[in-house]
């Protein structure tokens, strides 16, 4: 925890198995993943030799699927960051959750160069304070993390060009939140808590 500033969830083995039957792993509970493809790392770049070798992982904690499978980070994944809830289990995007709630607000903007829509600029900001982000900066790398899933699910504008969903940059973020935040505080004690 100190080191990475998160806890370890589950560690990871490599067994080159033209040499190795992995027998002690198996006898201290690791569990067999599969097989590589043959790849190697050097310097950054990746390269094929050909010899595949067996993944066997340990976990360190008893709820490591459920963490490393959910949506969004948990809370105890967080770096440092205190997080206010655990989004995994938060209303987004269901009847009366967050988006819905923020689709009650007025675009203050002219319609011609919006790119992004307020509800979707406002539930990452939203969103990524809960996940403890502290600033308009951390708040634009959080959006920038977020996987195609999950922007999707906080309504994220599809580029048709690059074939993927793009989240709003933190200027923008930063331009939405300003004027906007009296209003957030409202909806967030209304449709979170």
Request: glycine content about 8%; aromatic content about 10%.
């Amino acid at each position: 925890m100190a080191v990475y500033g998160h806890p370890i969830l589950l560690v990871e083995t490599f067994v080159d198995h033209s040499r190795f039957a992995g027998t002690c792993y198996r006898a201290a509970g690791w569990l067999k993943l599969g097989q590589t493809r043959g790849y190697g790392r050097n310097a950054g770049q990746y390269y094929y030799h050909g010899t595949s070798k067996t993944i066997y992982v340990y976990p360190l904690h008893r709820k490591v699927r459920q963490l490393l499978s959910s949506p969004f980070l948990a809370p105890e994944l967080s770096g440092g960051k205190k997080s206010m809830i655990n989004l995994n289990a938060a209303n987004l995007d269901q009847p009366d959750g967050l988006l819905e709630r923020l689709e009650e607000l007025r675009d203050p903007r002219k319609p011609r160069g919006i790119r992004h829509t307020i509800v979707s600029t406002l539930a990452v900001g939203i969103c990524a304070t809960l996940s403890g982000c502290r600033s308009f900066l951390a708040i634009g790398e959080w959006a920038e993390d977020l996987s195609q899933d999950l922007l999707k699910r906080l309504s994220c504008r599809y580029h048709p060009e690059q074939r993927k969903y793009i989240p709003p940059s933190e200027p923008t973020i930063r331009r939405h939140l300003q004027p906007a935040f009296p209003r957030i505080l409202q909806i967030y004690n209304e449709a979170i808590l």
